[in-house]
């Protein structure tokens, strides 16, 4: 009992003593815009409807949808044809969403001067992602016809190739926001995120998931709905820099017709931990407080 009551009291002390090295979350609702391909467009309406959950007065600002693409694709957009950057001249977004696939990008940084030049409290998220077909091969075109068996993967070399890529990303963001003078570009850790869910699912952790491949509707990797969700819910923690747990189930599980009731509740809560445990520890999410 007494063993009991002192593990408890570590747990939560642990968790006071996270708490105080958070930011305070954003409490009003945010103007989001984003600019996506697929593995990242779908949480344009899904943290829409996760913040409308929490009661945060969400709006969505404007999207910019375009498979395969880099940003680049999305600023060579016109104007008149891209409703992120009027919505960015206008100074009408809190919040834009970005993620490239490959690195080099320089798109990433002309959308954010472009934007903070007319709304200079704009905040900007660039996504790091999961590995397409579970390697870190940054090459055009891209190689969406390989033969990957998801299953077979060998997470400890998937973790070491996601952060590869992991770094590329921090290395652009640290330099652009160096060159602004403050950090206004942040990472949302999807990438890392989705590796822990995997690795939940080899042992035997993840309700309702059997197999690593349950996450992928094919080789290249594009997601079912709970690796969505997970992102949806990473994105969420970023924008807001508050936990997901204990938001209701998401529209999205819907589809999930072989799967229980009860372990859709299940699941929902490990995706809500992961991506709040994962974001929440990523110094460049702006969630963490950091040394002066």
């Not at 930011?23 to 697929?38: D, E, L, N, Y």
């Not at 819907?254 to 974001?279: E, F, G, Y």
Request: glycine share 6%; with cysteine.
């Amino acid at each position: 009992m007494r063993a009991s009551f002192l593990l408890a009291a570590f747990c939560l002390a642990t968790l006071i003593s996270h708490a105080e090295d958070l930011q305070p979350p954003i409490t009003a609702g945010q103007r989001v815009a984003t600019c996506g391909h697929s593995f990242h467009v779908f949480t344009y309406r899904q943290v829409a409807e996760m913040a409308l959950a929490a009661g945060l007065k969400h709006e969505l600002a404007g999207l910019s949808s375009i498979g395969g693409s880099t940003v680049l694709k999305h600023w060579a957009v016109p104007e008149e044809k891209s409703a992120v950057k009027q919505v960015l001249k206008a100074g009408k977004a809190d919040v834009l969403t970005l993620s490239p696939i490959w690195l080099p990008d320089e798109a990433i940084e002309q959308f954010v001067k472009l934007g903070i030049e007319h709304n200079p409290a704009l905040r900007v998220t660039v996504q790091e992602y999961w590995m397409p077909n579970d390697e870190y091969e940054p090459v055009y075109p891209l190689q969406t016809r390989k033969k990957v068996d998801h299953n077979a993967t060998d997470l400890a070399k998937l973790r070491d190739a996601t952060l590869r890529y992991a770094k590329d990303i921090e290395d652009l963001v640290r330099g652009i926001n160096q060159r602004l003078g403050k950090d206004a570009v942040l990472i949302v850790p999807v990438g890392m995120a989705a590796v822990t869910l995997r690795e939940k699912i080899l042992n035997g952790e993840a309700p309702g998931l059997k197999a690593q491949a349950d996450l992928f509707r094919d080789n290249w990797g594009h997601a079912n709905p709970p690796l969505q969700i997970l992102s949806s819910y990473c994105h969420f923690a970023t924008i807001y820099r508050r936990s997901p747990v204990g938001l209701p189930m998401p529209s999205t599980f819907k589809p999930l017709k072989d799967m229980s009731d009860d372990d859709k509740a299940k699941l929902n809560t490990l995706l809500q931990q992961i991506a709040w445990d994962t974001v929440s520890q990523h110094p460049m999410s702006g969630v963490m407080k950091l040394a002066k």
